[in-house]
């Protein structure tokens, strides 16, 4: 199995200034128009950057996180440069309400990862986007769980879909998510596991804090993840918390 590696961090943690990202990246978030849209961003690239910092053991000082770039490959889906170059470092992203994932592991794992948050949602939310074995797993438990297996399995879905370097632009419906007997357990990673209509498939995990679940899926299959450490840095915590 591999070692797949993961990171959190929040819009409190995002440094106030701007030069922790290299030029283009700081042409891209001056063109953004909308302040959410802008909070999210620097939030999703702060938290890539401290895990691929993390991963390969970088400092953590301005100019050598400058010499990390993010970029969306012709798929969209995230590639890590280093000082110009390719770096041998697979990354996902996902950010929901002021908290960002980022998972990474070595080059050559598919890799997806997905934040969730747990809220109601409506049976024709689930006549639409899940399969028939998926609608039966959620009409076999109880109401106070619904929410929180509705969003492991929309979570579950969004990371394979990343990892097969599509996102939504598949069928939610091509991807089947099966979880292991400790489906509901809280706080502790737990396997699931998604097949794919194209007949590949792949392994993961899932956790749940407080209203959030975050998923992470990997071909080959990943060992329980690993937390990174949270980089201590140079700067002040002086970042808003609003979007």
């Known amino acids: ?118 809220e109601p949602r409506s049976e024709a939310f689930v006549d639409d986007y899940f399969t028939p074995s998926e609608q039966a797993l959620v009409a076999q438990v109880c109401a106070k769980d619904r929410s929180r297996l509705l969003a492991l399995l929309w979570s579950a879905k969004e990371s394979a879909l990343k990892a097969l370097r599509e996102g939504l632009r598949l069928d939610t419906r091509s991807v089947v998510v099966s979880l292991g007997e400790e489906t509901l357990d809280l706080y502790d990673w737990s396997p699931l596991r998604v097949r794919c209509a194209d007949g590949r498939s792949f392994d993961g995990w899932w956790q749940q804090t407080d209203t959030i679940v975050r998923t992470l899926v990997a071909n080959p299959p990943p060992d329980s993840p690993i937390l990174l450490s949270s980089i201590p840095t140079p700067f002040p915590n002086t970042a808003s918390r609003s979007g």
Not at 9 to 33: F, G, H, Y
Not at 71 to 88: M, Q, Y
């Open 1 to 118: 199995m591999k070692q797949v590696y993961w990171l959190e961090q929040t819009l409190a943690d995002v440094p106030a200034e701007n030069d922790w990202l290299e030029a283009s990246q700081s042409i891209c978030l001056k063109s953004m128009r909308f302040a959410k849209r802008r909070a999210d961003w620097r939030l999703g690239r702060w938290t890539a950057k401290c895990a691929v910092a993390s991963f390969l053991k970088v400092p953590a000082d301005p100019q050598a996180l400058t010499k990390i770039a993010i970029r969306p490959a012709s798929s969209g889906a995230p590639e890590v440069f280093f000082a110009s170059e390719p770096a041998l470092v697979t990354l996902s992203i996902s950010h929901r309400s002021g908290v960002a994932m980022c998972a990474v592991a070595p080059s050559g794992v598919d890799l997806g990862c997905d934040l969730e948050v747990i």
